[in-house]
């Protein structure tokens, strides 16, 4: 059925764990063997390297975890791209099963278990997911981190991306501001995002209750006095518009009064070539956003 | 001349006391429903299921002066789905986590408020929502989200009857309005993505009592039992969460079916499976089928049919028009459920041709894979389950539609009681197309769309048009609009400050009329100064 706004999230509705806890209750012997055979294991894989259980993990991933980070795991440009060795929230075994089980507070990360996300997961099933990740994390080649303090100096300086992104309170205000974009986005999607970035526009404002969030959209207006301003929405409904100019200025108009009012998907972000920014300046770049990230 | 211009009025407000002799709903009051047009008194405003109005006291020439009434708050979090029912001067409505309210219609002050205690433990696919009551005598009826039926005394609010219709930890729940037809309740099951087997029930009015049951999985030894795979049929699915309509002269209800389970992976259920995604037709007083009509077969893009089936008259022809969440919009024959017409009303990937009776057949190639399919429309559909309306004066059919492509892909997934039972995942295809919506007049009589007005995203706003030569949507970032119902022009909007997800409906008390509709955690009602 499903039928609301924010569909992907629609699928966990109540607690698996409350549903273990039934379980326990009841009468089934064998499913209270299992369970306890499972419950208590977390800090331990009891599938590590059992290639069927793996397979019965990327599954499990696809249903619960590849909306934000892809299909294959390498982050989907709204989570981190887990076939990297190093994960953000700890590496362990254990640490792993934290993170899956309980979310990780302060970001998009939710509970696997417990009104969160997907279909949720029981224990074992976190455990197959586990064992899917190391599956193709040993596949996953490693890629150098670059310079970050070399990307700080290259993001306030010569790529210039300071003039419309901030980083920890200092920068522009036109473009999203990045402070977050190391952990929430995988750097392969960083790196794109800077060569093309048109191809996805980053998410703005998110209002309560609408099921989509306004996009960077690229905005050109002629004013009622015949004035040309070129900005990003800011928020767009079918009679009004909040919009910003390459100032910073913040304009607010009536649909219906305007002159013109063209609406674009080519960011106002030029795309940064390797001319521009080479593959090494924006690995450095990359490794900047990613440490701000990590902190 | 003053008094001359009070005539209407005084002739409407004569109209509303004498509707309100006893204040007695009767079936046949239902019947006759167009004959006070002040009241709403069933879901979609009559039994044809066209959420049209004939008030015309509002209307293009004066919509534009429209101010809000009133404004009602429930105060609580989820989507607010309700579609009121009023009845001479009250107006009763549902709202999040099955609370409910009977309001002074004009001034929205509340009569009584109740509030349903629910397990902690329920399994609403979909959010805590309910879409409202139905009425008849002196009691209100809905539907649970623990999944009991249960009858309201329309002037206090108590607890008349409670009926558990099955056991909700198995993921069974109610969403919709009831439709209440003679001395029957009528309502169709929620939980199509918790591997139920769906149902359609009837119960006595007065005493709760259960008068039958149709199961929309047909069980071993019944016709259509052999369109499932093994014992797929016991979880199948094909719920029935959005309220029929009736058609009295064929004493026939007209009910829609929701997804076969799991939703979006066809192994395991091999053949059609019968009758989810379909169009029931079913006695009213027995609930036996007469026949039946599916839009989609072996579903696997969770394309429930679930939108209000709409009875319309072309000349001599009687006819069904359907905009389905699979992107056509169906003309079928009311009485042999045969197709008329078949036509997309968006853009859509996975048909590109029909079979001999006019059925689109599905491309093979729309089939979700490990890699992912993508195909048009995706899961969220064309439509959904949001109300469309038919105006009679127009001839037009209007739509809330969806412009957004998925894409598919499949991960089995064991089936465990009570527990979601999807078997894959979908994504919106967002890097390259952005979602959008529109609101589409479609003429039923060559399925040809004759005006739109997009969106800037997709709407969940139900319909209504009005003798007023209006219809009003709303829309995802909060406005409410009048539309010049002809054209599409919008004529009139105002910001209530959240999304709508519920149907617009339109009364009169007093003889003012007025327009309501849900949206944030509020409902509001608009009227002229």
New interface residues.
Partial sequence: ?????E?WL???????K??IV?ALTGTSLAGLLAMTMVVGADDKNPFAGDAKAAKLG???F??NC??CHG?SGRG??RGPDLTKAQKRHGNADAELFRTISQGVPGTAMPAGTNGGIG??MTDEEIWQVITYLRSVQVKAPEKPLGDAAHGKELFYGSARCGTCHMVEGRGGRLGPDLTVAGSVRSADSLVDSVRNPS??LAQGIK??????PQ?YETVTVTTPDGKKITGVTMN????SLQMMDADEKIHLFEKDKLKSFEKS?ESLMPPYDAKMLSDKDLNDLVAYLLSVGAK | MKKLFCWPVILLTAGVFAGSVNGQVTFQRLLDSSKEPENWMTYSGDYAGRRFSTLDQINKANAHALAPKWVYQTMATDRFETTPLVVDGILYGTGQDDRAFALDARTGRPIWQYQRQLPSDIRPCCGRVNRGFAILGDKVFMGTLDAHVIALDAKTGSVVWDVAAVDYRKGYSFTPAPLVVKNLVIIGVSGGEYGIRGFVDAYDADTGARKWRFYTVPGPGEPGHESWEGDSWKIGGAPAWITGVYDPVYNQLFWTTGNPSPSNRGAGRAGDNLYSNSLLALDADTGKLKWHFQFTKHDEHDWDATQVPVMIDLGEKHLIAHANRNGFFYVLDRATGKVVSANPYGKVTWSKSADAEGHPVAEKSSSPTLEGTRVCPGAAGTTNWMSPTYDPQTKLFYVTAREQCDIFSTAPQPYEEGHAYYGSAYFPNDETEPYWGALRAIDPSDGKIKWEFKHPSPTWSGVLSTAGGLVFSGDAEGNFIAFEAASGKPLWHFQMGAAVYAGPMAFAVDGKEYIAIAAGSALFTFGLP
């Fill in positions: 059925m499903f039928d609301t706004k569909y629609r699928r966990v509705s109540f607690s698996r409350g549903r039934l990327e599954f499990q696809r249903i590849a909306f299909l989907g440009g279909v949720g191809r996805r209002e309560a209750a609408k099921e989509f996009e767009e409904d079918n009679f998907r």
